[in-house]
């Protein structure tokens, strides 16, 4: 809630502790951690009828990291995972120009 829709606030915390280093530090995600890192990329629910993608940074981390989780991560919640940020990505035409002007396709394609 702090950060929403602060540029600057998204900033500082890339530069002092990064979102990489925050999901780093998260060793066995659960459904409630998903989401909770979900509603921050549209800075709202992620169930939303209607969102938008907001912190395209994090989504980038968000799909390494899932791309590179150890086999730790249950079938059944990579998929939820998965199919959550694919419906993210294609809920509206805004948050498919901005997930493709912002490099989304060759983070996916990159662990294809």
């Not at 907001?54 to 991560?73: A, I």
């Not at 059944?76 to 990505?89: A, G, K, P, Q, T």
Request: net charge negative; aromatic share 8%; charged share 20%.
């Amino acid at each position: 809630a702090l950060m929403r829709k602060s540029s600057s606030s998204k900033e500082e915390f890339e530069a002092h502790i990064g979102y990489l280093k925050m999901l780093e530090n998260i060793t066995a995600p659960s459904l409630k951690i998903i989401q909770a890192i979900l509603d921050m990329v549209v800075e709202g629910q992620h169930k939303a009828e209607y969102t938008v993608i907001q912190n395209l940074e994090l989504l980038k981390v968000f799909l390494k990291w899932s791309f590179t989780m150890p086999g730790d991560l249950e079938n059944e919640l990579l998929s939820y995972m998965l199919d959550r940020i694919l419906d993210i990505i294609t809920a509206n035409m805004l948050s498919v120009m901005r997930c493709s002007s912002g490099g989304i396709i060759t983070v996916i394609t990159s662990f294809l």
